[in-house]
């Protein structure tokens, strides 16, 4: 198993950018492939955007494509979700999450955070 904390999240105005940090400790996390969720209140936890255990391969959310830029960096142990021209409809707590493989359902991922929350004003 391996374990994960988010950290960078925030209150930002609209248009704004946000950088979320995900550190991983346990199980090699080099190996494992890494996502970001994320749910708003009353809505069911969503995918956002994954990477492969490489970096090689990326995946998104229609909703976040273009704005949103997912990478890691294996040495550090830490994937990251650069979030740039918020909306106030990107509010939710945002998840990391790791598994086997790239993928972009919850159930691909085995290990999960804790949450951060992003808040984005109008």
């Known amino acids: 198993q391996v374990q994960l904390v988010e950290s960078g999240g925030g209150l930002v105005q609209a248009g704004g950018s946000l950088r979320l940090s995900c550190a991983a400790s346990?199980?090699?996390?080099?190996?494992?492939?890494a996502g970001w969720f994320r749910q708003a209140p009353g809505k069911e936890r969503e995918f956002v955007a994954a990477?492969?255990?490489?970096?090689?391969?990326?995946d998104y959310a229609d909703s976040v494509k273009g704005r949103f830029t997912i990478s890691r960096d294996n040495a550090k142990n830490t994937v990251y979700l650069q979030m740039n021209r918020l909306k106030p409809d990107d509010t939710a707590v945002y998840y990391c999450?790791?598994?086997?493989?790239?993928?972009?359902?919850?159930?691909?991922?085995?290990?999960w955070g804790q949450g951060t929350q992003v808040t984005v004003s109008s």
């Open positions: 990477i492969s255990w490489s970096g090689a391969n990326t």
């Open positions: 346990g199980r090699t996390f080099s190996i494992l492939a």
């Open positions: 999450a790791a598994g086997n493989a790239l993928g972009n359902r919850r159930n691909d991922f085995g290990s």
